[in-house]
Structures are given as structure tokens and as C-alpha cells.
């Protein structure tokens, strides 16, 4: 055979030979006569193809149990391979014919190297100096008796070729069964609901040092792995690997320092930067190859070694969404497709699989378990920290294929482990979820609406941030409540990050980093921004408390953990950005569909009233702490639960001394409500009376508080539907910052509104929030929806519909006092 070369890979034994020819990448086409199959580049990519189609196959059917992605990710290839599709010859010869093998693992190797690249890139090494001696005596303590088991494994199969160094053997099987994958435990966490609690953040920890401790002894593996090797050489390599992280910590560091500091902040890094960074990478993991470790070794220490801050972040924005959407799926597939299951014939290998998964969970178990009762953890937190600590992903991958390559593990171990390592991370989030449920009842608390709290107590706001462009708004919007010495506001900052799998996401929770400090991510960016930009608000604006938080979820359930954060917090409102955001020529454009989705469900589930905030500048540039910036707000009545609670917002902000309040009251004309009333014989029921008769009190009171303040305007305005009603709306030229409506819960038969639903976009805002909050209504103010927390009693009433705006008369005369002494100041000024 011309221009063909025999090569015989390692996954192949030594007796079969495989004739590959180079020249054969790209095909002339069929009409050429050319089989596609034939040609390396028309196989690969028929191969990627299946193996992205079947891991995102198992991903949908494994995504109502919870389960990692790694492990749909690893039966996709299991699937593809000798187990399933692969028993068939003709399959097997077709689509993954042993000559391709080459091209694919290279692929996959390839971004295996720059994954733990961008691993070693994100790890802070401050965090596990600060990680304290809790989290390392665990991890060490959870170690030790796994790799007990893990020596018994080795020594009980001794399915190992004679040339093979004992104490290699024991130590690859070792580090399978007691390390814990750091990745997949933090995705795992932030399923459960577990990440911001004291037991997420001390489990990520935990498994970020045996992370450490892993590659540490994977190292150890690897230089006592060579066949035929003398102890000079393993010496040899071990001192080799030494100089090497010696001389990336001592000389490539300062050097990628010195790049930074030439680059001027804020300035973007160029291309040459990026290229000069991203091939240090690949001389990085040929020295480590050469020198007899392995490729990825070379590459995670060169990412250790790069400084955190914007360089880190520009890399990771360039790729990781290639690497690990697509070439790290390449790589778990490859080791599914090495999976043979079937060799695991007879009842002794399953036998050992059932003995050994046990053995080792209970090994974890009992380790941390000990460890966690000296340092005075509940037992049934310990427990559920040891099974946490069972949780197997890329590190346990990597050392099964390394060992596979190096001929310490064959092929019968090397799918024995792969089962375990599928089966003890398969059953961990169903167990922690049957035995442990980390929220506890909650004390009920009685102000969960605007309405229901004290004007001279402390105002408790959530406010949710999706990203800094939210910020100056919200802040302006914080302090327009005016807070002061009687009233101050603690303000609860609630920083949404999706949920997405990847490691940058997954590091912003618990790297609680010194201030002050680089950024690890884009992600940690924006919060150390957020962050800034409220403490910034903290300092200048006296009686104000902010307290950041973070939260990483997925959007299908963000809504929950608000909902928790809220409840934990006892706050009266939420305060939360529409999905929309408006462009430079004034159209209203949607950011992120998912968005409308949380805002949905956070309003059929809050415990206190929610406010959805259309941003359009509410005066971002100007301060009110400034003599000169001031607010023009309105509050447009229509009657209802969410219209008080609107008009309660409304009063709070009208006691500051620089906002302008304008109360638009609508009402149906007489003779609209002599129809109404003719058409209605039968009495509403009594929640609707009792409901009327509190917009009567509301109105009434607002008036008295109007009649002591020239600042404030009331406007009764009749109108017979809802085109009078626009016009009404429109003709208020004077607002220019702030409209606050109700979102008008079970009114969209008023007559008021008629004709209005039928143009809905949005009906989460209601028909009087869509219509403000449309890009057909030209206005530059912004617009704040109210929606009224109503408890519902076990007969159905609701508990809060009887209260009024205030609890009692010392309430509403504090009130007047405070808009008399308001307007006495702006007298004197």
C-alpha cells in the first residue's frame, strides 16, 4: 500500500496493526467516486456530531434526576461504543473505524489541555490558604480510608501485568476512589440548594484541597508508572517537575506580570498578547510530555502561575464556551468509547463493583464523619459532607485514562472503575436530597408589604441585580425612599448569576476574596462592580445598610432562591429589573428571554410584595444628594391590593425633600357607575367591599397629607374606558422619572382599562404597566409595578386586606409631621 503508515496506537494490543494514510484528510467528493468515510476530516466530524447528539440526548433524559452533566456525557459514549451501537461489526467499522482513533483522541487531548489550562487559570490559590484547617483536615481524613479500599481493590484483583510497579497500580485505583471532583461538586450544590449555606461552602472547600492533593499524586503516579524504569529515572522525573513549576512560578509569572502592567487599565489586551499567552500553553504541556509526567500537568500549572485579573478574564471570555461545550464532552465520550462493559462478564466483576462502591462511600463517610465531630459539626451534616465527598467527574476521568495509557490499568479495571466512578456520583443528589433539607420553618413575619410597614421603622428591600447597567437606577430608586434616622433602609443586594456548569460561574460563590483583589472572571467582575458601586452608596448616603449576596441557578428555579433569600431576610418588598431593556433610539428590547420567566414565577411565589422596575434612566446621572437633581414621580390610582401598595411606595418617596409627587386618581363616571351598578344586583363579595372601602381610607388620608405639602399634587380624574384613560396618562407632561402603578391583580374587567388588554405584551406588568412600559408610549420615565403580597387564610380570605396604610393613628401622624417639617424646610430654602 502506497503512502500509508502503520502505526499501532495504545488502545490497541500490540498484535493488530492499522494502516493509516496521510494524505487521505479531505475528499474529492461523491461524485468523484470518493467514500466520505474514508477520509480522517468527513469521519471526525460525522463522529463529533453523534457524540455531541448523544451526551445531549442523556443530558434531557437525566435532567429530571438531577444528575451531572459528566455522567450523561460518559453514557453518550458508552453508548456509541463496544456496549451498545459498538457490538455491531459493521458500526463499529463504519463510524468508528481503529483508524480514526488517532484523530479523535488527539481532538480530545487537545482540549483536555486547555480545560485544565483554564481550571488552573480560575483557581485562586488565596482561597486555599484561607480555606483553614477544618476544610484540610477533612479532606485529608476523607481521603485515607477510601485509598485504604483502594489498596484492598488492588490487592484483592491483581489484574496488573508484571512489568507494572506495584506501588503505581495501588496508587491510580487509590486516587479513583478518594479524591472529589471540584467541578462537578459545586454544580451539584447549586442543584440542591446548598451552595450559600455553611455546609456547601465548607464542602467546596473541602474538595478544592483534594482537588490539590490529587494532582499532586497523580504526578507520584505517572513518574512510578514507567515500564522498565530504574529508580534514577522516576528520581530523575520527579526533580524534572520540580524545575519546572520552579521556573513557571519564578520566571513565566513575573514575565505575564510585566505583560499586564505595559497594557493601561482598561484598555483591552491585543491579539499578539493573547496568542503569546494561549502558545505558552502548548510549549507548557510539550515540556511536561517530554519530560515523562503528562501534557495537562504542563498545562494547569501554566494556568496557576497566570495572575488574576483582566488577562485571566479575556482568556476565559475567548474560550471557554468552545472548550467546554465542545471538546471536553469529546474527551468523557472517548472514555465511554474505551468502555467495554461487556467485560465485565460473570457475577465476580459485578460482585466487586457492588462491594467496592459501598466500601469506599462508607470509607468517605466515616473519615469526614470523625473529622467533623472534632470540630463540633452536627452528625447529620457530617454525613451528608462525607456522601458530598463521593462526588467523581474529570480528575477521576483523567487518572483512568493516564493509567490506561501508561499499560498500568487494563482494559477490563479501566471499565470496572468507569462503572464505579458513574455509580457512587449517580447516587449522591438523591440521597442528599431524601436526607437532608436545609430550610428550616421560618417564624412568619407580619410586614411583607409596603403597605404593612412602620414609616418610622426599619425599611427591609431585596433588590435583585442581574447586571451593572441595573445598578445606578436602583440605587437612585433606594434613595428617593429617603432614609432616615427614624426610617433607615437596609437594603439586601441580590446578585443573579445564571447557572451554567462552567467553573467561572462556579468560583464567584465561595471566593470570598480581600478587597480590593483582581477578579477571577467576568462573572466575579461584575459583582466586585455591583459590589463597589452599592458600598460607594453605603458611604454617601447616611441610615443606609447594604448587605451583597450572590446567587448562582439555573433561571428555571432562580426564583426560589430569591424567595428563600427574601424570607430569611424578613424584607417587605423585592425589587427586581424587567426582561426589557431600552435602546439608545427608545425602542424596548428584550436582553434575555429567560428573564420574563423569573419575574413569572417570582410573582406566584414571593413572601412579600414584588416590584418589577422598567429602567430607563430615572435620572442615572444625577444624584439626589445633589441640590440641584430632583425627581418628578407619579402614582396612578385605579383601586386594589397592588394600587395601595403602589400608593404606599408613592408616600415613602414623597417625604424626601427633593421629590415631586403627583397622585392621579381615576374614577368612572357617573354614569358609567350607575351601569355598573345596574348590571350588578347581586353584592359583590365581601373581600371586594372591604377592599373599596380601604382605597376610600387610602384616598382620603393621601388628601389630609396633600393639604400640608405644596409638593404634592392630587389629580381625581373620570374617565368612561380606556382610551380616555391613555389620553389621561399622556397629558401628564410634568412626569419625567417615575411612574408607579399597580399591577392591578383581578381588575382587568374595569371598565377603566377597556379595550387596553387586548394590546398586551406583557401581562406580568398588568394593563397599565405594559402600556407605560411599551416602546408605542413615548415617555423617558421609568416605570415600578407593584404587586401586593396577599396571604391566603385556610378558609381562602386574605390576610392582609383588611390593614390600612399605617397601623395606627401615631403612624399616620408621624407622617404628617415628617410632610410638615418638609415643607417648613423647603420654605426656609
Known amino acids: 500500500?502506497?503512502?500509508?503508515?502503520?502505526?499501532?496506537?495504545?488502545?490497541?494490543?500490540?498484535?493488530?496493526?492499522?494502516?493509516?494514510?496521510?494524505?487521505?484528510?479531505?475528499?474529492?467528493?461523491?461524485?468523484?467516486?470518493?467514500?466520505?468515510?474514508?477520509?480522517?476530516?468527513?469521519?471526525?466530524?460525522?463522529?463529533?456530531?453523534?457524540?455531541?447528539?448523544?451526551?445531549?440526548?442523556?443530558?434531557?433524559?437525566?435532567?429530571?434526576?438531577?444528575?451531572?452533566?459528566?455522567?450523561?456525557?460518559?453514557?453518550?459514549?458508552?453508548?456509541?461504543?463496544?456496549?451498545?451501537?459498538?457490538?455491531?461489526?459493521?458500526?463499529?467499522?463504519?463510524?468508528?473505524?481503529?483508524?480514526?482513533?488517532?484523530?479523535?483522541?488527539?481532538?480530545?487531548?487537545?482540549?483536555?489541555?486547555?480545560?485544565?489550562?483554564?481550571?488552573?487559570?480560575?483557581?485562586?490559590?488565596?482561597?486555599?490558604?484561607?480555606?483553614?484547617?477544618?476544610?484540610?483536615?477533612?479532606?485529608?481524613?476523607?481521603?485515607?480510608?477510601?485509598?485504604?479500599?483502594?489498596?484492598?481493590?488492588?490487592?484483592?484483583?491483581?489484574?496488573?501485568?508484571?512489568?507494572?510497579?506495584?506501588?503505581?497500580?495501588?496508587?491510580?485505583?487509590?486516587?479513583?476512589?478518594?479524591?472529589?471532583?471540584?467541578?462537578?461538586?459545586?454544580?451539584?450544590?447549586?442543584?440542591?440548594?446548598?451552595?450559600?449555606?455553611?455546609?456547601?461552602?465548607?464542602?467546596?472547600?473541602?474538595?478544592?484541597?483534594?482537588?490539590?492533593?490529587?494532582?499532586?499524586?497523580?504526578?507520584l503516579a505517572i513518574a512510578l508508572s514507567e515500564q522498565n524504569s530504574t529508580t534514577l529515572a522516576s528520581v530523575w522525573l520527579v526533580l524534572s517537575n520540580?524545575?519546572?513549576?520552579?521556573?513557571?512560578?519564578?520566571?513565566?509569572?513575573?514575565?505575564?506580570?510585566?505583560?499586564?502592567?505595559?497594557?493601561?487599565?482598561?484598555?483591552?489586551?491585543?491579539?499578539?498578547?493573547?496568542?503569546?499567552?494561549?502558545?505558552?500553553?502548548?510549549?507548557?504541556?510539550?515540556?511536561?510530555?517530554?519530560?515523562?509526567?503528562?501534557?495537562?500537568?504542563?498545562?494547569?500549572?501554566?494556568?496557576?502561575?497566570?495572575?488574576?485579573?483582566?488577562l485571566g478574564a479575556a482568556i476565559i471570555e475567548k474560550l471557554e464556551d468552545f472548550v467546554s461545550g465542545l471538546l471536553i464532552p469529546l474527551f468523557y465520550a472517548i472514555s465511554g468509547l474505551k468502555t467495554n462493559i461487556t467485560l465485565t462478564h460473570g457475577g465476580r466483576s459485578w460482585a466487586f463493583i457492588f462491594t467496592v462502591v459501598p466500601l469506599a462511600c462508607f470509607g468517605k463517610i466515616l473519615g469526614t464523619l470523625i473529622m467533623s465531630i472534632l470540630f463540633d459539626i452536627p452528625t447529620r451534616d457530617g454525613v451528608v459532607l462525607g456522601l458530598l465527598m463521593n462526588t467523581k467527574g474529570l480528575i477521576e476521568i483523567i487518572v483512568l485514562n493516564i493509567g490506561r495509557e501508561q499499560k498500568v490499568l487494563g482494559d477490563e479495571i479501566f471499565s470496572v472503575m468507569i462503572l464505579v466512578t458513574i455509580i457512587m456520583t449517580a447516587i449522591i443528589s438523591p440521597i442528599v436530597t431524601l436526607i437532608y433539607k436545609p430550610r428550616k420553618r421560618l417564624i412568619p413575619y407580619r410586614k411583607?408589604?409596603?403597605?404593612?410597614?412602620?414609616?418610622?421603622?426599619?425599611?427591609?428591600?431585596?433588590?435583585?441585580?442581574?447586571?451593572p447597567r441595573n445598578v445606578p437606577t436602583i440605587i437612585n430608586l433606594l434613595e428617593a425612599k429617603y432614609p432616615n434616622k427614624r426610617s433607615p433602609i437596609c437594603a439586601y443586594v441580590l446578585h443573579l448569576v445564571e447557572l451554567t456548569g462552567r467553573a467561572s460561574a462556579m468560583l464567584v460563590v465561595h471566593a470570598t476574596r480581600q478587597s480590593g483583589g483582581p477578579a477571577l472572571n467576568k462573572t466575579q467582575a461584575q459583582t466586585e462592580h455591583i459590589v463597589t458601586a452599592f458600598r460607594n452608596f453605603e458611604e454617601h448616603v447616611?441610615?443606609?445598610?447594604?448587605?451583597?449576596?450572590?446567587?448562582?441557578?439555573?433561571?428555571?428555579?432562580?426564583?426560589?432562591?430569591?424567595?428563600?433569600?427574601?424570607?430569611?431576610?424578613?424584607?417587605?418588598?423585592?425589587?427586581?429589573?424587567?426582561?426589557?431593556?431600552?435602546?439608545?433610539?427608545?425602542?424596548?428590547?428584550?436582553?434575555?428571554?429567560?428573564?420574563?420567566?423569573?419575574?413569572?414565577?417570582?410573582?406566584?411565589?414571593?413572601?412579600?410584595?414584588?416590584?418589577?422596575?422598567?429602567?430607563?434612566?430615572?435620572?442615572?446621572?444625577?444624584?439626589?444628594?445633589?441640590?440641584?437633581?430632583?425627581?418628578?414621580?407619579?402614582?396612578?390610582?385605579?383601586?386594589?391590593?397592588?394600587?395601595?401598595?403602589?400608593?404606599?411606595?408613592?408616600?415613602?418617596m414623597s417625604r424626601h425633600p427633593r421629590v415631586n409627587l403627583t397622585v392621579m386618581?381615576?374614577?368612572?363616571?357617573?354614569?358609567?357607575?350607575?351601569?355598573?351598578?345596574?348590571?350588578?344586583?347581586?353584592?359583590?363579595?365581601?373581600?371586594?367591599?372591604?377592599?373599596?372601602?380601604?382605597?376610600?381610607?387610602?384616598?382620603?388620608?393621601?388628601?389630609?397629607?396633600?393639604?400640608?405639602?405644596?409638593?404634592?399634587?392630587?389629580?381625581?380624574?373620570?374617565?368612561?374606558?380606556?382610551?380616555?384613560?391613555?389620553?389621561?396618562?399622556?397629558?401628564?407632561?410634568?412626569?419625567?422619572?417615575l411612574f408607579i402603578v399597580g399591577r392591578g391583580q383581578g381588575n382587568t374587567s374595569s371598565p377603566l382599562t377597556e379595550g387596553l388588554t387586548d394590546w398586551s405584551e406583557c401581562p406580568e406588568l398588568g394593563v397599565i404597566g405594559d402600556l407605560l412600559a411599551s416602546s408605542d408610549f413615548e415617555t423617558t420615565a421609568s416605570v415600578l409595578v407593584m404587586h401586593q403580597y396577599v396571604g391566603q387564610g385556610p378558609d381562602g380570605e386574605d390576610i392582609f386586606v383588611g390593614e390600612r396604610p399605617w397601623h395606627s393613628s401615631d403612624d399616620f401622624n408621624n407622617l404628617r409631621q415628617q410632610h410638615r417639617g418638609r415643607y417648613t424646610q423647603q420654605q426656609c430654602q
Open 542 to 652: 447616611n441610615y443606609v445598610t447594604v448587605q451583597p449576596m450572590t446567587v448562582v441557578s439555573p433561571y428555571t428555579t432562580m426564583h426560589e432562591d430569591i424567595c428563600n433569600a427574601a424570607e430569611e431576610k424578613r424584607v417587605a418588598t423585592i425589587i427586581i429589573p424587567f426582561h426589557k431593556q431600552q435602546t439608545v433610539d427608545g425602542d424596548m428590547l428584550e436582553t434575555n428571554p429567560a428573564l420574563r420567566m423569573v419575574n413569572h414565577n417570582l410573582l406566584q411565589t414571593s413572601p412579600c410584595s414584588v416590584g418589577i422596575l422598567v429602567d430607563r434612566g430615572l435620572n442615572g446621572s444625577n444624584r439626589l444628594t445633589s441640590n440641584q437633581a430632583s425627581h418628578q414621580v407619579a402614582v396612578l390610582f385605579f383601586g386594589g391590593s397592588d394600587d395601595r401598595e403602589a400608593l404606599s411606595f408613592g408616600w415613602r
Open 665 to 737: 386618581h381615576f374614577i368612572p363616571r357617573k354614569d358609567e357607575t350607575q351601569t355598573l351598578n345596574s348590571d350588578d344586583d347581586q353584592p359583590d363579595d365581601q373581600r371586594s367591599l372591604i377592599s373599596n372601602k380601604l382605597d376610600e381610607e387610602c384616598i382620603n388620608e393621601m388628601k389630609m397629607i396633600v393639604a400640608s405639602d405644596d409638593s404634592m399634587t392630587y389629580i381625581e380624574r373620570a374617565v368612561s374606558n380606556g382610551e380616555e384613560t391613555v389620553a389621561a396618562i399622556r397629558g401628564m407632561n410634568n412626569v419625567d422619572d
Open 1 to 219: 500500500m502506497e503512502n500509508t503508515t502503520m502505526i499501532a496506537p495504545s488502545n490497541v494490543s500490540d498484535s493488530k496493526l492499522i494502516c493509516y494514510t496521510p494524505t487521505m484528510t479531505t475528499t474529492n467528493g461523491v461524485w468523484q467516486g470518493d467514500n466520505p468515510l474514508d477520509f480522517s476530516i468527513p469521519i471526525f466530524i460525522l463522529q463529533l456530531t453523534l457524540i455531541v447528539f448523544a451526551t445531549r440526548l442523556f443530558v434531557f433524559i437525566l435532567k429530571p434526576f438531577h444528575q451531572p452533566r459528566v455522567i450523561a456525557e460518559i453514557l453518550g459514549g458508552l453508548f456509541l461504543g463496544p456496549s451498545v451501537l459498538g457490538k455491531h461489526e459493521t458500526f463499529a467499522k463504519v463510524v468508528f473505524p481503529l483508524k480514526s482513533a488517532m484523530v479523535l483522541e488527539t481532538m480530545a487531548n487537545i482540549g483536555l489541555i486547555y480545560f485544565l489550562f483554564l481550571i488552573g487559570l480560575e483557581m485562586d490559590m488565596s482561597i486555599v490558604k484561607r480555606t483553614g484547617k477544618k476544610a484540610l483536615f477533612i479532606a485529608v481524613a476523607g481521603m485515607i480510608l477510601p485509598f485504604i479500599v483502594g489498596i484492598g481493590v488492588a490487592v484483592a484483583l491483581n489484574d496488573k501485568d508484571a512489568s507494572v510497579n506495584d506501588v503505581s497500580y495501588i496508587l491510580y485505583l487509590g486516587i479513583v476512589l478518594s479524591v472529589t471532583s471540584f467541578p462537578v461538586l459545586a454544580r451539584m450544590l447549586a442543584e440542591l440548594k446548598l451552595i450559600n449555606t455553611e455546609l456547601g461552602k465548607l464542602a467546596v472547600s473541602t474538595s478544592l484541597i483534594n482537588d490539590m492533593c490529587a494532582w499532586v499524586l497523580l504526578a
Open 448 to 467: 411583607r408589604t409596603m403597605q404593612s410597614s412602620r414609616v418610622d421603622a426599619e425599611l427591609r428591600v431585596l433588590v435583585c441585580i442581574h447586571a
Open 242 to 310: 520540580i524545575i519546572f513549576v520552579g521556573f513557571c512560578f519564578f520566571v513565566v509569572r513575573p514575565s505575564v506580570t510585566w505583560l499586564i502592567k505595559k497594557t493601561p487599565e482598561g484598555k483591552p489586551f491585543s491579539e499578539f498578547q493573547i496568542c503569546v499567552v494561549l502558545v505558552g500553553v502548548m510549549v507548557s504541556a510539550l515540556i511536561t510530555d517530554v519530560i515523562g509526567t503528562h501534557s495537562i500537568f504542563g498545562a494547569f500549572v501554566y494556568g496557576l502561575v497566570i495572575p488574576n485579573g483582566p
